[in-house]
Nanobody, 119 residues
Framework: QVQVVESGGGLVQAGGSLRLSCAASGRTNTIYEMGWFRQAPGKGREFVGSITWSSGNTWYTDSVKGRFTISRDNAKNTMYLEMNSLQGADTAVYYC????????????WGQGTQVTVST
């Protein structure tokens, strides 16, 4: 199994920046990809972006392209989400997840970290 723990959420003004971290532990050698998702009040969980663990290739949903950047530190088994030019619509609980196989469902999830953007 893989355990993942998010951190770094908080309150930020619109236009500001925040960096989230997701630390993985356990059988990290089985990770194929890690992703960031978010869930705003009254809405479903939304894909934000992901990174392939070995190659570092990244993907983003259109609404965050150019503003958010995902990176990882393999030595620390940690994924990051750098968020810039934050907007009120970015307010949500942010979750990280991991999966072992390309295209498969994300299997392991963190507890989430709240990001609130004041406008």
């Amino acid at each position: 199994q893989v355990q993942v723990v998010e951190s770094g959420g908080g309150l930020v003004q619109a236009g500001g920046s925040l960096r989230l971290s997701c630390a993985a532990s356990g059988r990290t050698n089985t990770i194929y990809e890690m992703g960031w998702f978010r869930q705003a009040p009254g809405k479903g969980r939304e894909f934000v972006g992901s990174i392939t663990w070995s190659s570092g290739n990244t993907w983003y949903t259109d609404s965050v392209k150019g503003r958010f950047t995902i990176s990882r530190d393999n030595a620390k088994n940690t994924m990051y989400l750098e968020m810039n030019s934050l907007q009120g619509a970015d307010t949500a609980v942010y979750y990280c997840g991991s999966r072992r196989v390309s295209g498969a469902r994300y299997e392991y999830w963190g507890q989430g970290t709240q990001v609130t953007v004041s406008t």
